[in-house]
């Protein structure tokens, strides 16, 4: 009720006073966070409404319910209702330990203190007022949020940082007004206004001025004004709460069970009907439904639960998975099933570390083995004195340059277009006490004391790369930049704006004015897509992006514009303004933008490569060998992704790649699903934005020729289309999904699949704290699944079938009791030899089918196409449970017959010599289902023995004790244990001989 509640209150826009919390008139919501499921009072009903769901529980409710009626009682009460609850009790203590740990970790985040923030997690979002860093700007983290492990650069609000002292934040008139909560972790818009000015001061605030909660503070102190809490913070607008996964296995057995319940009402039905439905008939009916509600085993979902976690501790333990998390436990046997196996490219096939590899300046081109020529070049074009240099930067753009001074132009121009800072291990300390002068500043600068902080590892690179040829970023702040010469010597530029890069732009730029000269210089890198039209005419660009995208690089186009003063000046003007405007803020800006960014010289075009993780080939090979389709979904470029996908071997060497052309409308997507209908047996490249266009028109048509295809690659794919995806390949195929991924991006994707598998990676850990199960390398996917998904659904399937045939082979034999004896109610075994027979007397061998395998892990390893047969669902289907059904009937039915046959004198005779019988042939039936036998198993078995003829003794009120211990009673027990099971084991062999199953034939 309470959701219900907080959904319909509206989201707000809203005015804070600084230091003014009486001027505020809403009420927000308290700062807390709530991650439990339950509170105090919703608990208990919650999680029975949880469990009772399940048709299961639900029918032994109802048969547990029955026995309070005096007319439909059978037998003791605690035979009902001690396993159910017994069942109940393991639930509920499960939920329970979840629900506390959930409010500890909830308290312990919620009783934290906070004043000045230093280094721990901000717990609002907030406004960034003011800074201890001399800069008057600050790094966080934001990995919690969204999954990138770089730091970002924030801002102070200039109002307030230029205050003299910290008092006089409260002794100003000043407030922020900030847009109503919203879901975009990347925008923001607000004004900060201070009033007792004169004039007004109006500042402009943007995502550079914010701090959302859950992100840390990484240098300096930190003050601000928080303007959203709890519900309305960024972090919990963007958390969706995960559904709860429910297994195939799980569903198909709640099937067969639905089937078992008609079964047992048709039987009770034949029952009332052959004593002729006289008297009370109707009562008689239930009683029978009582009685047989036997062949329905509540066992099953106790023993099932109790194996899946088995599997997820033999996961865990696996030596050749180390660091392998399970952390949904009920779907193990998912694993075992998969067809489609949805990747994400960055960081999970991909190493997600850039190399440098390549600068073309259009005529010329430099590979690793050259870069020591650019050296060269670099070093002599600053050995020249300054004065030789400046009147070269100021001629007329027509003439051709010297390679030289091209290759100086592009240098620097990396060197000084990006987000990078250089941070220092001991320069913190020596900042905090002095102004640092140049000769401190040197030996602070030092070169093995530098590490390089930036929002994309692209850009480190390149830093790196310029570092490696002589010209090193040695400081920045927010006002200007430092590179140090090969010579040594420190230039200055001062940063006039800086534009960051968006997925929307894929372009950054920057605006510098150089310190010696005055000179005012626009540079810019971006995409080739987004460069193209930005530069002047060249025949080039495009050829060398393509040949760069098909090694497998990623590139970027680099340019610049030489700008005056008067043109900069008009620029300043028109962009602050259209900072300051409250509507259609983003769109007014970058029209300003773009009205500078025309005619831009193009300067060279850089290749970056990402390296492939250890041992994607043979991973991805076993993965195709097992019959499981591929789908690469990228953010990134169709040349980049379509390299990558050749490289890992996703496509194979001999397939072709058919490139959907990009399409806008009906019919254009018509004639391109024509034209890759007539290809066969080829790899499908198909851009995110194509994708749209034929879902919308031809979604079925669409998904069925793209599940023909050995091989799929998405690309630039936003993260809600990933999960899009997903959505569509549960719907059309009935197929099992698993996705794998590593960023906070692939979450959506990851949760909406079957199964998601996590990748501790890079960029953090959002993806593998949201997954299924979390692995720290790719390569280890293909063991997961081959091994361990195939023994958890084999065992699964084995270990549910058997608990049925259990509940069967009883329920068998009561409707021969029953027949035999005039159709009379009555229960053949009394109290607890019901609730030993499926518990202690034979739930340690059942179980023990847990660690059965039908082949050695190495063998599934390297015959990865037995897999296949899995993905058929053979091993659980309505013909393997019809071949139980009828084991059931012909052992029930020779158990009881044959005990009726041979009893003498008494009916208490029959009990003992029966139920011996029954206990026999359940262990020799375990002993029939092992593949491999197990230590364990062995002990199991004699244990489960030993337990029986142990309680024998105590059993006096149902088993005649003088008549156990004859001759007569042993060799009647052994002739119908062996009339009921030695037809089975016969079968078994000859099946084995004439039409041995796969797996058998290699392991022989």
């Not at 600068?445 to 930036?454: E, L, P």
């Not at 003007?573 to 009205?595: G, M």
């Not at 069967?808 to 035999?820: E, H």
């Not at 142990?950 to 009120?957: K, R, T, V, W």
Request: contains cysteine; hydrophobic residues 40%.
């Amino acid at each position: 009720m309470m959701t219900f509640f907080i959904l319909t209150k509206e989201l707000k826009a809203r005015t804070v006073w600084l230091g003014h919390p009486e001027k505020c008139e809403e009420k927000y919501p308290k700062n807390a966070i709530k991650n439990q499921k339950y509170n105090f009072f919703t608990f208990v009903p919650g999680v029975l409404y949880q469990q009772f769901k399940f048709f299961l529980n639900l029918y032994f409710l109802v048969v547990a319910c029955s026995q309070f009626v005096p007319a439909l009682k059978i037998g003791y009460l605690y035979t009902y209702w001690a396993p159910l609850g017994f069942v109940m009790a393991v639930t509920m203590v499960r939920e329970a330990v979840d629900e506390v740990r959930r409010y500890q970790r909830d308290k312990e985040m919620n009783s934290q203190l906070y004043s000045k923030l230093t280094n721990q997690r901000i717990p609002a979002d907030m406004i960034f007022l003011r800074t201890s860093e001399k800069t008057g700007s600050c790094f966080i983290r934001t990995d919690q949020l969204d999954g990138e492990t770089d730091w970002k650069l924030k801002v102070a609000v200039v109002c307030t940082q230029r205050l003299p002292a910290l008092g006089d934040l409260f002794s100003i008139n000043a407030y922020v007004y900030a847009q109503k909560p919203q879901l975009d972790i990347h925008s923001f818009e607000g004004n900060f206004t201070r009033e007792d000015g004169d004039p007004q001061i109006h500042e402009s605030l943007s995502i550079d001025h914010t701090l959302w909660a859950s992100t840390i503070v990484a240098s300096g102190t930190v003050i601000g004004v928080v303007i959203y809490t709890g519900k309305e913070t960024r972090s919990v607008l963007n958390t969706s709460s995960p559904k709860n996964k429910v297994g195939l296995l799980d569903l198909e057995l709640n099937r067969l069970t639905k089937a078992l319940f008609l079964a047992q009402v048709v039987l009770s039905i034949v029952m009332v009907a052959l004593q002729g439905f006289v008297g009370p008939w109707f009562r008689n009916l239930f009683r029978f439904i009582v009685l047989f509600s036997y062949i329905i085993p509540i066992s099953l979902r106790v023993n099932l639960d109790m194996g899946k976690s088995a599997y997820g501790w033999m996961i865990m333990k696996d030596e050749n998975i180390p660091g392998t998390v399970v952390r949904t436990s009920t779907i193990p046997e998912e694993l075992g099933r998969l067809v489609y196996l949805l990747t994400d490219k960055t960081g999970t096939l991909t190493q997600n570390e850039m190399i440098f590899k390549r600068l073309h300046l259009g005529t010329v081109s430099y590979g690793t083995d050259t870069m020591d020529e650019i050296q060269s070049h670099v070093v002599q074009s600053y050995a020249q004195p300054q004065s030789a240099q400046a009147p070269k930067a100021a001629a007329p753009p027509k003439v051709r340059k010297s390679v030289s001074s091209r290759i100086h132009e592009a240098v620097k121009a990396i060197a000084l277009c990006h987000n990078v800072t250089p941070v220092y291990e001991t320069h913190a300390s020596v900042n905090g006490e002095t102004e640092s002068t140049a000769a401190e500043a040197d030996q602070d600068f030092s070169d093995d004391n530098r590490t390089y902080q930036a929002s994309s590892p692209d850009e480190v690179a390149l830093v790196r790369w310029t570092e490696s040829v002589g010209l090193t970023l040695v400081n920045r702040d927010l006002t200007s930049l430092q590179l140090k010469t090969p010579a040594g010597q420190i230039l200055t530029y001062y940063i006039l704006q800086i534009f960051p890069f968006t997925s929307e732009s894929k372009r950054m730029g920057i605006i510098i004015r150089e310190e010696t000269t005055g000179d005012i210089t626009f540079y810019m890198k971006g995409a080739d897509v987004a460069m193209a039209s930005i530069v002047q005419y060249n025949d080039w660009l495009e050829e060398e992006c393509g040949n760069m995208a098909r090694e497998g690089l990623r590139t970027l186009v680099v340019a610049k514009k030489s700008l005056s003063e008067e043109q900069y000046t008009d620029f300043e003007n028109r962009y602050n303004q259209a900072k300051l405007s409250i509507h259609d803020r983003a769109l007014k800006v970058s029209a300003v933008v773009e009205s500078l960014e025309r005619e831009m010289e193009l300067l060279c075009l850089t290749g970056v490569e990402d390296q492939l993780q250890a041992d994607v080939r043979p991973t991805l090979e076993l993965l195709r060998n097992a019959g499981i389709k591929i789908w690469m979904l990228t953010g990134d470029k169709l040349e980049t992704a379509t390299c990558i996908a050749k490289s890992s071997h996703l496509v194979s060497r001999s397939q072709d790649i058919h490139v959907f052309r990009s399409v806008s409308n009906r019919g254009e997507a018509h004639l391109e699903l024509n034209a890759f209908r007539r290809k066969h047996d080829c790899a499908l490249v198909i851009s995110g934005d194509s994708l749209e266009v034929c879902l919308r028109y031809y979604e079925h048509e669409f998904v069925e020729l793209a599940c023909q295809c050995p091989a799929v690659v998405c690309c630039r794919c936003s993260p809600t289309q990933k999960a899009q995806i997903v959505h569509l390949l549960k719907q059309h195929t009935a197929n099992r999904t698993c996705a794998i991924g590593d960023g906070g991006n692939d979450v959506s994707m990851i949760q909406a699949a079957d199964c998601g598998i996590g990748i501790e990676g890079k960029e953090g850990k959002q993806a593998s704290l949201a997954a299924d199960f979390s692995i720290t390398q790719f390569k280890h996917i293909g063991r997961l699944l081959m091994v361990h998904g195939r023994n958890s659904y084999k065992r699964s399937a084995a270990l549910g079938q058997f608990v049925m045939h259990r509940g069967m082979i009883i329920s068998t034999m009561q409707a021969v009791f029953s027949s035999i004896f005039y159709f009379a109610s009555v229960p053949l075994y009394q109290g607890f030899l019901m609730v030993g027979y499926s518990t202690i007397y034979t739930m340690f061998p059942v179980f023990s089918l847990v660690l059965d395998q039908d082949v050695k892990p190495e063998m599934a390893l390297l015959y990865p196409e037995l897999y296949k047969d899995l993905t058929k669902g053979r091993s659980l289907s309505f013909k393997t449970f019809l071949i139980w059904v009828l084991i059931s009937i012909y052992q029930g039915g020779i158990l009881m017959y044959g005990a009726l046959v041979l009893f003498e004198s008494e009916f208490v005779h029959v009990v003992a010599i029966s139920f011996t019988a029954l206990i026999l042939t359940e262990l020799l039936m375990v002993a029939l289902n092992i593949r491999t036998w197990h230590w364990l198993m062995v002990l199991a078995e004699f244990l489960s023995l030993g337990c029986y003829i142990a309680s024998l003794a105590f059993l006096n009120e149902y088993f005649d004790l003088g008549f156990i211990t004859t001759p007569a009673f042993l060799w009647k027990v052994s002739v119908i244990t062996v009339v009921s099971c030695l037809p089975l084991y016969i079968i078994k062999y000859l099946k084995r001989k004439f039409s041995p199953p796969s797996y058998s034939k290699l392991s022989s």
